[in-house]
């Protein structure tokens, strides 16, 4: 990096051209996925609750573009109307982590001494667990079911924008504009909301839309292993289990869920890397 | 001076490691707690049996269910720090020594699937870096991407359908903890893992690239190899280690989805069939010691880098 010439203004400005394209595009395509999601119910070319015994585990067909499961319930169907629950609960999941965590970051930047040591410690103790395995047990202790496996995530996830939000407020707190702006006679107040939240939304924004797809692949592997969403609803993490022992002779039933995680996942995690390349100067 | 200062290191991260600890152990008795009231009816009807009010409400107290929450903690800790960490509720074995049991098995699949990860990623990283922008890198990078937008139990049902089933290369399901089984397993999470981990790789060692002694040592003649070699991946080394050890983390979550779709009999497939079963003290136990695990590894990373920097160790400021 520091052998190479500065960028000229021409080259910086077509690099943020092509990001914005890409930003733009990228979004539609999220934006597109939500929607969908949110219409599923008007998507789905059958019910995807209706089971019809006589066309159990069919092929794909003309009528059945991704074949029957073993209840004869079109597999589109239910892939489609999966949408809603996947999306919308992973979304529903980053929000509230995100909001949450930066809550907290922000009050133990601001208090600091005792508060800040008591919630520190405290999401410390959240970090010492890897990854799903406190998620696993906080949504066994609690029942399954979707909300509970979204508040299993949410319960490891929150100390990352906590700490996130917490160094990006300290490291606000010493610049001479804020000095500039207490001395003014602002309040705690309108300093957070008129200075602090506008400088740190950046950094905390892209790492929300990063964790978009991570958390929608946790929350699937936890309805995987029937601690989230249960059947009959119709969620791509329960049906892939739900229909694991067709593997060998339905393959497609089995895989198309998965499929739709794949592709979500991918559009999520693009449109995470252009955020991150938009908002980080150096990289134009 | 310089084994002295490492000595003092090490012992001031075993001292903040105390909290920790408690922490952990405390998280994992309110777990209890939450469930402990139901723990009690639970494990009638797992056994099967209708029981009257005034039995469970016997049982409880010779549980020390109806203590306050301070004094079940205290109670429990002493009792965990004796080795003793209840019996399960499904098959009255010690959960302990039953996790104990499964233990080997789990960590010869995690050591495994780091072996393989780096197999894949450190070659592949470094090639991406050293053709940086070419054909091979975007082509490494794009298959990092699809990678990391697969969650690891599609991978396994990617794998079982085309290695084991169109192919019938490999066993589906694993008949013991023998090595073919684990290869479908490890497979499995040497993928997810590679996916994340080879850019981390890629990016450590451009970083290093980009540096000025590289520069400087190409303007001296020195071939592209020997700097690679003798420099960059000396540098770049520490970095690329660190991450692996902090990646552990998500492989020893990932294995509980793991072992359980193969069937492969580790302490992960205890902890479903546990989650399954309701069978609340094997939960704990899988929880605390795959925390305690975890931290371990993070404090022996931590030492590690520590020792391994020279400018860490002999207290010269390097940034």
């Not at chain 2, 903040?16 to 152990?25: A, Y």
């Not at chain 2, 990678?147 to 085309?162: K, R, S």
């Amino acid at each position: 990096m520091s052998q190479s010439a500065a960028p000229t203004i021409r080259l910086q400005n077509v690099r943020k051209n092509t990001l914005q394209r890409k930003l733009y595009f990228f979004g539609a395509l999220a934006l597109l996925l939500v929607v969908a999601s949110f219409f599923s119910e008007q998507l789905c070319p059958y019910d995807p609750y209706m089971q019809d015994m006589s066309l159990t585990k069919a092929a794909p067909s003309a009528e059945h573009l991704l074949g029957t499961d073993r209840y004869g319930r079109d597999m589109l169907s239910r892939v489609i109307a999966g949408s809603k629950t996947s999306i919308f609960s992973t979304l529903l999941l980053v929000s509230f982590i995100t909001l949450f965590g930066s809550l907290i970051g922000i009050i133990c930047a601001w208090m600091g001494r005792k508060t800040d040591t008591v919630l520190m410690r405290l999401s410390d103790m959240f970090l010492a667990f890897p990854g799903l395995v406190f998620a696993l047990a906080v949504a066994a202790v609690l029942g399954g079911g979707v909300h509970n496996a979204i508040f299993a995530l949410a319960a490891i996830s929150w100390p990352k924008y906590a700490r996130l939000a917490r160094s990006q407020t300290l490291a606000l707190q010493a610049a001479p504009f804020m000095q500039a702006a207490k001395m003014a006679g602002s309040g705690t107040f309108k300093l957070i909301y008129k200075h602090v939240i506008p400088n740190i939304s950046g950094p905390i924004l892209v790492t929300a839309v990063l964790d978009i797809g991570t958390m929608m692949m946790e929350l699937a592997g936890l309805s995987f292993l029937g601690l989230g969403a249960k059947p009959p609803i119709p969620e791509w993490g329960s049906m892939m289990s739900d229909t694991r022992n067709l593997l060998p002779t339905q393959p497609w039933v089995t895989l198309a869920p998965g499929f739709a995680i794949f592709f979500s996942v991918m559009i999520f995690n693009l449109l995470g890397d252009t955020v991150r390349d938009y908002l980080d100067p150096k990289r134009r | 001076m310089g084994a002295i200062t490492s000595m003092n290191y090490a012992f001031k991260r075993l001292i903040q490691l105390i909290p920790i600890l408690f922490g952990i152990t405390f998280l994992s008795f309110l777990l209890m707690y939450m469930a402990g009231s139901d723990a009690v009816t639970e494990m009638y009807s797992n056994r099967g049996v209708e029981v009257a009010q005034e039995i469970i409400d016997e049982r409880k107290a010779a549980l020390g269910l109806n203590l306050s929450f301070g004094e079940q903690y205290i109670n429990w800790l002493w009792a965990m720090l004796h080795g003793d960490m209840g019996v399960s509720f499904v098959t009255g074995e010690n959960v302990l020594k039953a996790f104990l049991r499964k233990l080997p098995a789990t960590l010869m699949l995690t050591g495994l699937s780091i072996a393989l990860t780096l197999l894949i990623s450190l070659p592949c990283g470094i090639l991406a870096a050293i053709r940086h922008d070419r054909g091979i890198d975007l082509i490494l990078r794009f298959g990092s991407f699809m990678g990391n937008a697969m969650p690891n139990f599609f991978v396994a049902m990617l794998l079982m359908e085309f290695l084991g089933i169109q192919l019938g290369l490999l066993p589906v399901i694993s008949s013991g903890t023998d090595f073919e089984s684990a290869l479908l397993p490890t497979l499995t999470l040497a993928i997810a893992m590679s996916a994340k981990y080879m850019r981390q790789v890629r990016s450590a060692v451009l970083e290093e690239l980009g540096k000025d002694y590289v520069l400087g040592a190409k303007a001296r003649g020195i071939s592209d190899s020997v700097i690679l070699w003798k420099n960059v991946m000396k540098a770049a080394m520490l970095t690329i280690m660190t991450l692996l050890a902090l990646s552990i983390g998500s492989l020893l979550g990932g294995t509980a989805i793991v072992e359980s779709i193969f069937m492969w009999d580790g302490v992960g497939k205890l902890a479903v069939d546990a989650i399954n079963m309701r069978d609340y003290p094997m939960i704990q136990a899988y929880v605390m010691w795959m925390a305690i695990i975890y931290v371990l590894v993070n404090l022996v990373a931590d030492l590690l880098y520590h020792e391994l920097d020279p400018r860490i160790r002999l207290g010269v400021n390097g940034k």
